[in-house]
């Protein structure tokens, strides 16, 4: 059934929006509300703790940043040390301290036992060495000697001596022994003397820094000549003896 209201407007019932309504309305509000303020307080506060924390963090990088400075200086310094170390190491190994190597030249020498087992001595000492790798020898020690006696085996023992000392733990092996006998001459003391070349050769830096190459001296035996025997020359004037054997 229809139904005409003939009210004037003025009294006309207004239309009202439902309860039910409006309390969804306010409790969607309200809950949206609240989720934008929890999501405002979680960003904004995770926000202020991240920035906290990067500035603690900044701080502690701040306070560490001259000690890393102060490492870094220690670490290059020590390795400009251990670089002059090294260096230093490396002049050490390749030079030989003459002055030692003289002196046991020279106990050598002068134990010969009043020349019963040598008397030798020495002309033109010439000492040489050199650092350049292309070298074929790193160094050289050569002189003129001279054997005080007539008999040629004692040139073979001063060898024999010289190849069993500390000095040559530096130099490679002698040669077998040679020479010529020089001087006969009944007024003089020595009266015969026989003359000989002495030539050495020094190791490379690397073999006199080998332990075990330095002692390859110990235990040798005595110069031989191409038959197993010391060589003996008797004491006629003007002859020579070749390598390894004096001529009779």
Same mark, same amino acid.
């Given at each position: 059934?229809?139904?005409?209201?003939?009210?004037?407007?003025?009294?006309? =019932?207004?239309?009202?929006?439902?309860?039910?309504?409006?309390?969804?309305?306010?409790?969607?509000?309200?809950?949206?509300?609240?989720?934008?303020?929890?999501?405002?307080?979680?960003?904004?506060?995770?926000? &202020?703790?991240?920035? $906290?924390?990067? #500035?603690?963090? #900044?701080?502690?990088?701040?306070?560490?940043?001259? #000690?890393?400075?102060?490492?870094?200086? *220690?670490?290059?310094? $020590? !390795?400009?040390?251990?670089?002059?170390?090294?260096?230093?190491?490396?002049?050490?190994?390749?030079?030989? $301290?003459?002055?030692? =190597? *003289?002196?046991?030249?020279?106990?050598? @020498?002068?134990?010969?036992?009043?020349?019963?087992?040598?008397? @030798?001595?020495?002309?033109?000492?010439?000492?040489? #060495?050199?650092?350049?790798? !292309?070298?074929?020898?790193?160094?050289?020690? =050569?002189?003129?000697?001279?054997?005080?006696?007539?008999?040629?085996?004692?040139? %073979?023992?001063?060898?024999?001596? /010289?190849?069993?000392?500390?000095?040559? $733990?530096?130099?490679?092996?002698?040669?077998?022994?040679?020479?010529?006998?020089?001087?006969?001459?009944?007024? /003089?003391?020595?009266?015969?003397?026989?003359?000989?070349?002495? &030539?050495?050769?020094?190791?490379?830096?690397?073999?006199?820094?080998?332990? %075990?190459?330095?002692? !390859?001296? !110990?235990?040798?035996?005595?110069?031989?000549?191409?038959?197993?025997?010391?060589?003996?020359?008797?004491?006629?004037?003007?002859?020579?003896?070749? &390598?390894?054997?004096?001529?009779?």
């Amino acid at each position: 059934m229809i139904r005409i209201n003939l009210l004037p407007e003025e009294y006309r =019932k207004q239309a009202r929006t439902p309860v039910k309504l409006l309390l969804g309305l306010l409790l969607a509000v309200i809950v949206n509300a609240g989720l934008a303020t929890f999501w405002a307080f979680q960003a904004f506060g995770l926000q &202020a703790e991240i920035a $906290s924390e990067n #500035q603690g963090l #900044q701080t502690e990088l701040d306070g560490l940043t001259p #000690q890393v400075t102060y490492y870094n200086s *220690l670490d290059s310094e $020590s !390795k400009q040390y251990k670089s002059r170390e090294s260096t230093l190491a490396g002049i050490t190994s390749s030079r030989i $301290s003459w002055t030692k =190597k *003289l002196d046991e030249f020279i106990d050598v @020498v002068n134990r010969g036992g009043n020349g019963q087992r040598h008397l @030798v001595w020495l002309d033109d000492l010439q000492v040489a #060495q050199t650092t350049d790798p !292309k070298a074929k020898t790193a160094g050289s020690v =050569k002189a003129s000697g001279h054997s005080g006696t007539d008999k040629f085996e004692n040139v %073979a023992n001063f060898l024999e001596d /010289l190849e069993n000392s500390t000095f040559i $733990s530096d130099f490679q092996p002698p040669a077998a022994p040679e020479g010529t006998q020089t001087l006969v001459d009944e007024t /003089l003391v020595p009266s015969v003397a026989w003359s000989f070349p002495l &030539a050495l050769t020094l190791k490379s830096a690397e073999e006199r820094g080998d332990k %075990a190459g330095a002692d !390859k001296s !110990k235990g040798k035996t005595p110069a031989k000549n191409a038959k197993g025997q010391k060589p003996v020359a008797k004491p006629d004037a003007a002859k020579t003896a070749p &390598a390894g054997e004096a001529k009779k």
